[in-house]
């Protein structure tokens, strides 16, 4: 089972989404049984933010100075889920998932959605640096999205 830790730095997350942890761990628990990671105890942290706060970590941990949609810091770069395994942190911009501006709440939640498994991945070892990579990142992306689109309300 996974556990997230949510936490939020920014105000205009809980006008959107009310009920933070359970809209995560719903999600969480539509994924396939593949990601699900039964009898083990499965945790990561994720961080509500804002372009302000996530342009400052891009720039420290990527040199890159400028705002992003999300990221993801793995606690190991070769992940073995074993018994209880700390995945590692997760860390998404309002500003991006806000785009365009007042984007209806059913649109919003599947952005998010979509950025959120797009980042659990990368904690997985997922990346997209090469194009073969990135096809087989996008095909599970797609297959984990589909899944929780059909098992939860966010269709």
């Known amino acids: 089972m996974i556990n997230i830790n949510v936490f939020s730095e920014e105000k205009a997350w809980s006008k959107r989404l009310r009920n933070k942890d359970i809209f995560f761990q719903k999600i969480c628990n539509a994924f396939p049984k593949k990601y699900k990671f039964l009898n083990k105890k499965v945790s990561l942290t994720l961080l509500l933010s804002n372009n302000k706060n996530i342009q400052k970590l891009n720039k420290i941990f ?26 590692g942190d997760i860390i998404i911009s ?5 785009k365009p501006k007042l984007l209806n709440t059913k649109l919003f939640k599947k952005k998010v959605t979509k950025i959120f498994i797009h980042g659990f991945l990368h904690l997985l ?5 090469k194009n073969k990579d990135y096809m087989k990142m996008f095909k599970e992306e797609e297959k984990i999205y589909q899944s929780v689109i059909s098992k939860t309300k966010l269709n």
């Open 62 to 87: 990527r040199k890159k100075n400028t705002p992003t949609d999300i990221l993801s810091f793995p606690l190991n770069k070769k992940v073995r889920v074993s018994n209880q395994t700390y995945l």
């Open 94 to 98: 309002y500003n991006f998932m806000n």
């Open 125 to 129: 070892g997922f990346d997209h640096i």
